[in-house]
């Protein structure tokens, strides 16, 4: 359910989910990405279970598995339609997710994370992300800072461009998907910089993300690439 692309952090670029193209199966274009979108993710008792294959500059590694959970709505620095999302994963940690949820306008703004007792807050309105984009719309939004326990990390500048419908097979099974592009340029605290561009799959109807490419280039022109291919997954516990 990775649909609102946070974490801003240069180590999730170097680290994180991008390699290969689509399969090319494109489909009836469909006039708006707004049919990736699925609300339902965000009701409060919503959980998903999802595992992807993990490659990264060629070399496979564990499979990743994930389950969401949505735990309530609450006041989160100072919002008070904040939605509090658990996360569990591999690591044994505390993860939690405060989104804001637009379904009118189809946003979600990523206010900020808990991970056990460390915080990253994005600022000053959150990380937003709209997916209500015309095809071959590409949207820029204001520039986010990554505030980690109040201490500025990094600042990243980003648009999303809806690109095309297009099917993509993967272990999961074959999917419709409505392809998005994020590009970030993210300058850490050091005034290091690194651009990421996300190439994400997100299924049409089910809203949730079959494939993640992802190429990051720092400042030097070393190029890194991951990708995230869905595995399985199941919303309440239901396969997609």
């Known amino acids: 359910m990775k649909s609102y692309l946070l974490f801003l ?15 090319g199966n494109t489909v009836a274009q469909r006039a708006n990405s707004s ?27 564990s499979n990743d598995s994930e389950t969401t959970e949505v735990i309530q709505k ?14 569990t994963d591999g690591s044994g940690k505390d993860n939690r997710l ?37 095809l071959g719309e590409k949207k820029t939004f204001p520039t986010v800072s990554e505030y980690e326990n109040d201490v500025l990390s990094n600042t990243t500048d980003y648009s999303l461009e809806y690109l095309r419908t297009e099917n ?20 850490d605290s050091k005034g290091d910089r ?15 993300t079959i494939r993640e490419d992802v190429v990051s280039t720092v400042e030097s022109g070393t190029t890194f690439t991951s990708s995230e291919t869905l595995v399985s997954a199941t919303i309440n516990g239901n396969p997609i």
Do not use: H, M, W
């Open 35 to 61: 049919a990736c979108f699925n609300e339902s993710l965000y009701s409060v008792g919503t959980v998903v279970n999802e595992v992807n294959a993990v490659i990264f500059d060629g070399e496979s590694l």
């Open 194 to 208: 690194i651009r990421a561009v996300f190439t994400q799959y997100i299924g049409v109807g089910n809203g949730i």
């Open 98 to 134: 405060y989104i804001l949820v637009d379904t009118t306008d189809k946003n979600i703004t990523t206010l900020g994370q808990v991970i056990d007792s460390d915080e990253s807050t994005y600022r000053p309105n959150g990380l937003t992300l709209n997916f209500d984009l015309a």
């Open 168 to 187: 993509i097979t993967v272990p999961a099974g074959t999917f419709e998907t409505c392809v998005l592009q994020l590009v970030a340029d993210n300058v």
């Open 9 to 23: 952090s240069g180590a999730l670029f170097l680290g994180g989910c991008g390699g290969s193209s689509g399969d």
């Open 74 to 87: 609450t006041t989160y620095r100072g919002y008070p339609d904040a939605i509090e999302e658990k996360i």
